[in-house]
């Protein structure tokens, strides 16, 4: 139901954007966002967005990453600024929906490395 795309290959201090389109109304999601997860680490949130448009970001993506959406074609976006090594990891889009539980859907997972 998720399609992540965007992942790849940049050098420090680059910038790479990815995208995550929903098969179906985003709207029908209480919130989307991205986690990544590097190698021996654990998965972590990276930056949300609400269906109202409030953002929420990890503190080590602060005023480098950006998190947005267009509603017309059911997709999120983040933008990513000032790549650092430490940024490589899988990038998993992600999407809840708020009813008696916390239902969480996931997308594939996109590569980014930030390397020279």
């Not at 654990?42 to 448009?53: D, H, K, P």
């Not at 992600?94 to 590569?111: E, H, L, M, P, S």
């Amino acid at each position: 139901q998720l399609q992540a795309s965007g992942g790849g290959l940049v050098q420090p201090g680059g910038s790479l954007g990815l995208s995550c389109e929903a098969s179906g109304n985003i709207f029908s999601f209480n919130a989307m966002g991205w986690y990544r997860q590097a190698p021996g680490k654990q998965r972590e949130l990276v930056a949300r967005i609400t269906g109202g448009t409030s953002t929420n970001y990890a503190d080590s993506v602060k005023g480098r990453f950006t998190i947005s959406r267009d509603n017309a074609k059911n997709t999120v976006y983040l933008q990513m600024n000032s790549l650092k090594p430490e940024d490589t990891a899988a990038y998993y889009c992600n999407a809840k929906k708020y009813t008696a539980t916390i239902v969480d859907y996931w997308g594939r997972g996109t590569q980014v490395t930030v390397s020279s």
